[in-house]
């Protein structure tokens, strides 16, 4: 593969599924910014999505494994921290891919993803995860996590 197949590395990596919530891929999370051809190798640049997320070896490991298997080795991966990520960066659609596995979407309102009330109650800051909440719905009483708006 050459620069004219940029497309489908990027193809490849919407393949890669996030680590910690695998109904979404590194690429809708966010995580991958920018897919480039220099040098003779393709520039793969991740922005974590904080910086200290536990996840960003994960994230590398898996995009490597992709890239290999498919038989491209002429990569490299660059973590860049700037512009910092934010739940901006995620689509209509992956949000509600979220909402549809039990995570209520980053939102300023906080909407239960079981029943859409937003009559809820935050029980902790974090969730499993530190860019997730930990809240209960008053209507359903169903528990659940909520990706905090960063």
Same mark, same amino acid.
């Given at each position: 593969m050459q620069s004219g197949k940029i497309k489908e590395i990027w193809k490849?990596?919407?393949? =890669?599924?996030?680590?910690?919530?695998?109904? +979404? $891929?590194? =690429?809708?999370?966010?995580?991958?910014?920018? +897919? $480039?051809?220099?040098?003779?190798a393709y520039q793969i640049l991740i922005t974590p999505t904080y910086s200290g997320c536990p996840a960003v070896k994960t994230f590398i490991d898996d995009i490597k494994s992709c890239l290999k298997t498919n038989k491209i080795f002429n990569f490299d991966i660059k973590i860049i921290y700037a512009p910092?990520?934010?739940?901006?960066?995620?689509?209509?659609?992956?949000?509600?891919?979220?909402r549809k596995y039990g995570i209520s979407p980053p939102s300023n309102k906080v909407v239960c993803p079981q029943c859409n009330s937003s009559n809820t109650v935050l029980v902790s800051e974090f969730g499993a995860t530190a860019c997730k909440s930990f809240h209960k719905c008053s209507e359903c009483l169903e528990p659940f996590e909520h990706f905090k708006c960063i």
């Open positions: 490849l990596l919407d393949s =890669v599924p996030d680590p910690e919530i695998p109904v +979404i $891929s590194v =690429v809708e999370l966010g995580v991958v910014r920018n +897919i $480039s051809f220099t040098n003779n910092a990520w934010t739940t901006d960066w995620m689509s209509v659609e992956t949000k509600e891919k979220l």
